[in-house]
């Protein structure tokens, strides 16, 4: 059983179109993170909702917007993409906030041509 | 705001041969540090973690790293390296509770 899975795996896609990258987590954790690994491998925070509400909102385009139906699931949605959002992103969980180790997603690679 | 360095991009070495990755923090107090490995076109898997207590912490797959306060290091150690080891590897700290701050990670290569 795979604790923190997202989909799809790898999408690829024309500029300036909308998309979708779904996430679950079944380990009962209340608190959901959206990561960004760039071409350089260089990881880096984009949202974290805590019990469906949101406590991290980093520098992110307002093109990209969080939805998280559940506690267990958190979702990234974005609109009219570039060719810089072409990258990795992560899907991680923690049991709540505060010092907690994170289970990351396989992510998902997302190519904008 | 917190960050997380690691001066060496990539390393290579024969298996079998020791390992050490340098991981360097900045932080007031003790942080809560984190080494988590990336095999290629997969996730992050934790290797271990520091919270507090004895500065030698170990982890899976024979890793483990030491904790220095006074040199703001955490850094990972396997005595010998597998081929199987051969992957990106990041350190972390965590960022007031809030989320992970990564180091640019480093890749390790290795020799038959």
């Known amino acids: 059983d795979t604790a923190v899975s997202q989909t799809p795996k790898y999408l690829v896609t024309q500029m300036g179109n909308d998309k979708s990258i779904k996430c679950e987590q079944n380990?009962?954790?209340?608190?959901m993170y959206w990561y960004k690994q760039d071409s350089k491998k260089f990881l880096k925070i984009m949202f974290s909702y805590n019990n469906k509400e949101l406590i991290i909102n980093e520098t992110v385009p307002n093109r990209f917007s969080p939805k998280s139906p559940d506690k267990a699931h958190l979702n990234l949605h974005i609109n009219s993409l570039e060719l810089g959002d072409s990258a990795v992103y992560f899907c991680a969980s923690s049991q709540d906030l505060g010092y907690n180790e994170q289970f990351f997603g396989p992510g998902t690679r997302l190519t904008v041509l | 705001a917190q960050s997380v360095t690691q001066p060496d991009i990539h390393i290579t070495v024969s298996e079998g041969a020791s390992l050490e990755l340098r991981c360097n923090y900045s932080y007031g107090a003790t942080p809560y540090l984190f080494w988590y490995v990336q095999s290629p076109g997969q996730g992050l898997q934790l290797l271990l973690k520091?919270?507090?207590?004895?500065?030698l912490v170990q982890g899976i797959k024979g890793f483990e790293a030491e904790f220095k306060r006074s040199q703001s290091s955490f850094n990972l150690r396997k005595p010998s390296v597998h081929w199987s080891d051969a992957a990106e590897y990041f350190c972390a700290t965590d960022n007031y509770g809030q989320n992970f701050v990564f180091g640019p990670g480093t890749r390790l290569s290795v020799l038959p």
């Open positions: 520091y919270f507090s207590g004895d500065t």
């Open positions: 380990l009962g954790h209340d608190t």
